[in-house]
Structures are given as structure tokens and as C-alpha cells.
């Protein structure tokens, strides 16, 4: 079955860096955009990242572009969101996601979410 474990999350300072990361399982993870996505306390779910099956596109919200880098290991079954100049703002739990079908797209749906890894910025 499918699964998709976050890990990295943590506290952090305001201008500090995490790296977060998200280990797949149960399908061909080099065959599927993936994406990371983040929910603030009291707010709905943002897309913050995605990621083309091989790596060669990668594409952000307006809200982290310049700050954080997607990318991923498909040796590893594995996607990475590094996380640099933090602020308060970024505060979210934050996701993994599978697209659901085995093609490169920036519009995608998807069908797997991990459990999510707690980011807390605060001084």
C-alpha cells in the first residue's frame, strides 16, 4: 500500500532553515509528481511545492519562491523541501503529496497524503 512518511519538522528560529523530508512507499515513486503542501493553525490547506517525476521542473507558491528548494532522490524514494529565512508565517503542519496519475504536469490531483510533520517559527 501506499505511504508517505514526513519527517524534519521541528522548531526553528525566524531566518533559520529546516530541511524536510518525505519517504515513499508502495508504488513506482520515479513515475509521480510530487508535491508538498501546508496548513496553518486555523487556516485551509496551501500548496507550497511540486516536483516533476524525474526532477526537471519545480514550481512554487508566490508565498516561499526564493526561500525554499523541492527536490528528490528517486534512488531513495524520497522528496525534500528545504526551508531557508523562515518567518513566523510559515508555521504549518506540512504534507506530503502523490499525484494521482504517472504523468508530468503543473496542475495535478492527488490521491496520497502523508501524516504531516510539524513546523513551528518562532523566536
Known amino acids: 500500500q501506499v505511504q508517505l512518511v514526513e519527517a524534519g519538522g521541528g522548531l526553528a528560529q525566524p531566518g533559520g532553515s529546516l530541511r524536510l523530508s518525505c519517504a515513499a512507499s508502495?508504488?513506482?515513486?520515479?513515475?509521480?509528481?510530487m508535491s508538498w503542501a501546508r496548513q496553518a493553525p486555523g487556516k485551509g490547506l496551501e500548496w507550497v511545492s511540486g516536483i516533476y517525476s524525474d526532477g526537471s521542473n519545480t514550481y512554487y507558491a508566490d508565498s516561499v519562491k526564493g526561500r525554499f528548494t523541492i527536490s528528490r532522490d528517486n534512488t531513495k524514494n524520497t522528496v525534500y523541501l528545504q526551508m531557508n529565512s523562515l518567518k513566523p508565517d510559515d508555521t504549518a503542519l506540512y504534507y506530503c503529496a502523490k499525484a494521482r496519475e504517472p504523468w508530468d504536469s503543473d496542475y495535478v490531483f492527488y490521491d496520497y497524503w502523508g501524516q504531516g510533520t510539524l513546523v513551528t517559527v518562532s523566536a
Open positions: 508502495g508504488f513506482t515513486f520515479s513515475s509521480y509528481v
